[in-house]
């Protein structure tokens, strides 16, 4: 490898304070750095792009890679609230559900996702990124289909298992889909784009339990109509995984919709994030760096903190809109601008956050958000059925704060066992939390809830303090590296934007706040 360029020579008293970590990466080999290192240094000095080139490249990543991952996303969370729209529409009944049984099918599903996370995570670093995603989707769109045979609370119990098990690797995966393919300062709305499909889910999903329980009702369908939803979403689910398959690739590199100018245009273009677009080797620096970073608990605290609520109102709305005074049928149609309320907070602020740079921010203003609407339905008196519905479609915008940590781990981790171990991490405590969730919401405390509804007060204000703290911190270290790099302590070792090195490593990686 060449020797290193110094942007700025440092002084004989300096020397002795750069960092040994810079200099052991000057020797760097090439197999330990990123997978597009070999065609950068083939490619080095020959590639440059027009403004218009560039928007016209990334225009074609867009129309290529987005539109897949806002509607599997979306579908699999239609997935996970099917079983609260059943609950209206029969399953309970149907199964013999009774006591907290109904709430341990919301727990289940968790423990299926928390046993096979960090796995699945190695996994994705190992095998064909797009690939094997693709094959999760399509394995539990079946299992998903299989919920319409159950008969009772055991069946139903095995099937939610293995529905944690298969989806355990798609937020993950988008999420590193993201980081090969976009500029950090292009990921936040991006991310939030295919995110904000779980509210399109509500909506949609909304619409067609309505349709089913009003066809059920009339006994129109062959099938129960709680059936029938877990058909049709896991019939779409398989559809669009296959799709997945065949359409996305696992990185740059292997994009036949990109010419070999255009892949390594694409590789410029994310130089500055310091990230590359993967490596398949475990490293265990890495892996114990990702332990000791104090951002990476913050990131744990906050996925368990927030997943409380969400946890608990994914699979119980229809119940508490119901408390309201609303009928079963109308809790359907009624929950649906919740999904609109989603949509608009993560994509606006996503989009506001990137824009100047405070994704962490605008965050906490979503948090607020869905703490004043927690508020107003705990308490409203219960005659004002309509401002309680209003303050239920406000918690809609506690999504923003989720998919905010979930675009800084692709944004803001670097180093590619770093970044798997973090999501890992991150997605663990996101079981945990969606398994405490249900919990809170006792059978003994309906219709109001108000244990669960205070302890969701909480926990969306202990959200607000930790994004907060993760904001400082990150503002803090950018201030610290913009001064090392005044007083010439930052070494630039050549094309070490694809040596896979984290963020702590690299001095010139600066975070999102």
Same mark, same amino acid.
């Given at each position: 490898?060449?020797?290193?360029?110094?942007?700025?020579?440092?002084?004989?008293?300096?020397?002795?304070?750069?960092?040994?970590?810079?200099?052991?990466?000057?020797?760097?080999? =090439?197999?330990?750095?990123?997978?597009?290192?070999?065609?950068?240094?083939?490619?080095?000095?020959?590639?440059?792009?027009?403004?218009?080139?560039?928007?016209?490249?990334?225009?074609?990543?867009?129309?290529?890679?987005?539109?897949?991952? !806002?509607?599997? +996303?979306?579908?699999?969370?239609?997935?996970?609230?099917?079983?609260?729209?059943?609950?209206?529409? $029969? /399953?309970?009944?149907?199964?013999?559900?009774?006591?907290?049984?109904?709430?341990?099918?919301?727990?289940?599903?968790?423990?299926? +996702?928390?046993?096979?996370?960090?796995?699945?995570?190695?996994?994705?670093?190992?095998?064909?990124?797009?690939?094997?995603?693709?094959?999760?989707?399509?394995?539990?769109?079946?299992? &998903?289909?299989?919920?319409?045979?159950?008969?009772?609370?055991?069946?139903?119990?095995?099937?939610?298992?293995?529905?944690?098990?298969?989806?355990?690797?798609?937020?993950?995966? *988008?999420?590193?889909?993201?980081?090969?393919?976009?500029?950090?300062?292009?990921?936040?709305?991006?991310?939030?784009?295919? *995110?904000?499909?779980?509210?399109?889910?509500?909506?949609?999903?909304? =619409?067609?339990?309505?349709?089913?329980?009003?066809?059920?009702?009339?006994?129109?369908?062959?099938?129960?109509?709680?059936?029938?939803?877990?058909?049709?979403?896991? !019939?779409?689910?398989?559809?669009?995984?296959?799709?997945?398959? =065949?359409?996305?690739?696992?990185?740059?590199?292997?994009?036949?919709?990109?010419?070999?100018?255009?892949?390594?245009?694409?590789?410029?273009? /994310?130089?500055?994030?310091?990230?590359?677009?993967?490596?398949?080797? *475990?490293?265990?620096?890495?892996?114990?760096?990702?332990?000791?970073?104090?951002?990476?608990?913050?990131?744990?605290?906050?996925?368990?903190?927030?997943?409380?609520?969400?946890?608990?109102?994914?699979?119980?709305?229809? &119940?508490?809109?119901?408390?309201?005074?609303?009928?079963?049928?109308?809790? &359907?149609?009624? $929950?649906?601008?919740?999904?609109?309320?989603?949509?608009?907070?993560?994509?606006?602020?996503?989009?506001?956050?990137?824009?100047?740079?405070?994704?962490? =921010?605008?965050?906490?203003?979503?948090?607020?958000?869905?703490?004043?609407?927690?508020?107003?339905?705990?308490?409203?008196?219960?005659?004002?059925?309509?401002?309680?519905?209003?303050?239920?479609?406000?918690?809609?915008?506690?999504?923003?704060?989720?998919?905010?940590?979930?675009?800084?781990?692709?944004?803001?981790?670097?180093?590619?066992?770093?970044?798997?171990?973090?999501?890992?991490?991150?997605? /663990?405590?996101?079981?945990?939390?969606?398994?405490? $969730?249900?919990?809170? *919401?006792?059978?003994?405390?309906?219709?109001?809830?108000?244990?669960?509804?205070?302890?969701?007060?909480? !926990?969306?204000?202990?959200?607000?303090?930790?994004?907060?703290?993760?904001?400082?911190?990150?503002?803090?270290?950018? /201030?610290?590296?913009?001064?090392?790099?005044?007083?010439?302590? +930052?070494?630039?070792?050549?094309?070490?934007?694809?040596?896979?090195?984290?963020?702590?490593?690299?001095?010139?990686?600066?975070?999102?706040?």
């Amino acid at each position: 490898m060449s020797t290193p360029e110094v942007e700025k020579a440092p002084s004989a008293e300096d020397e002795g304070r750069i960092s040994k970590d810079v200099e052991a990466h000057i020797s760097v080999r =090439l197999d330990d750095g990123d997978e597009a290192l070999k065609i950068v240094l083939e490619e080095e000095g020959s590639v440059s792009m027009t403004p218009e080139e560039e928007a016209a490249l990334l225009r074609k990543i867009d129309w290529h890679i987005l539109p897949l991952l !806002c509607i599997v +996303y979306g579908l699999q969370y239609w997935d996970k609230t099917t079983l609260s729209y059943s609950s209206i529409m $029969g /399953i309970q009944t149907a199964t013999h559900l009774v006591g907290q049984q109904y709430s341990w099918l919301g727990s289940i599903f968790y423990f299926g +996702y928390l046993a096979f996370e960090y796995p699945t995570n190695r996994l994705l670093q190992r095998l064909p990124l797009a690939k094997f995603t693709a094959f999760n989707i399509v394995v539990w769109g079946i299992v &998903l289909a299989c919920m319409a045979g159950t008969t009772n609370f055991a069946g139903l119990m095995v099937v939610r298992f293995f529905l944690g098990v298969f989806e355990a690797s798609v937020s993950p995966g *988008f999420a590193l889909l993201m980081s090969q393919w976009y500029r950090v300062n292009e990921q936040g709305v991006r991310t939030g784009l295919w *995110f904000s499909f779980n509210g399109f889910a509500i909506i949609f999903g909304g =619409l067609v339990a309505y349709a089913l329980a009003k066809d059920d009702q009339a006994h129109e369908l062959s099938i129960a109509g709680w059936k029938a939803v877990f058909v049709i979403a896991g !019939c779409l689910t398989i559809a669009f995984g296959v799709v997945l398959y =065949l359409v996305m690739p696992d990185s740059p590199l292997t994009a036949r919709w990109l010419t070999p100018r255009e892949k390594t245009m694409v590789i410029e273009r /994310i130089r500055g994030n310091n990230q590359g677009v993967g490596n398949k080797k *475990f490293k265990l620096h890495q892996f114990i760096e990702a332990f000791m970073d104090i951002k990476t608990w913050l990131f744990v605290a906050f996925s368990l903190i927030a997943d409380i609520p969400n946890g608990g109102l994914s699979n119980f709305f229809s &119940l508490i809109i119901t408390s309201f005074g609303f009928t079963a049928q109308q809790s &359907l149609l009624y $929950g649906c601008p919740a999904g609109a309320v989603e949509v608009i907070t993560i994509i606006g602020f996503l989009w506001l956050g990137d824009k100047f740079n405070a994704r962490l =921010l605008f965050a906490a203003v979503s948090e607020t958000i869905s703490l004043l609407g927690i508020v107003l339905i705990y308490a409203l008196p219960t005659s004002m059925k309509v401002g309680r519905l209003f303050g239920y479609y406000l918690t809609g915008a506690s999504a923003t704060g989720i998919v905010t940590i979930l675009s800084l781990i692709s944004s803001n981790v670097a180093g590619y066992t770093k970044k798997t171990t973090v999501a890992a991490l991150y997605l /663990i405590f996101y079981c945990v939390g969606n398994l405490i $969730g249900p919990q809170v *919401f006792q059978a003994k405390d309906a219709p109001r809830y108000t244990p669960a509804l205070i302890t969701i007060v909480v !926990c969306f204000s202990l959200c607000i303090l930790i994004l907060l703290a993760i904001w400082y911190i990150n503002h803090r270290e950018n /201030i610290r590296r913009d001064e090392m790099k005044s007083r010439g302590e +930052y070494v630039h070792v050549p094309n070490q934007e694809f040596l896979d090195q984290t963020d702590l490593e690299n001095k010139a990686f600066r975070y999102r706040c």
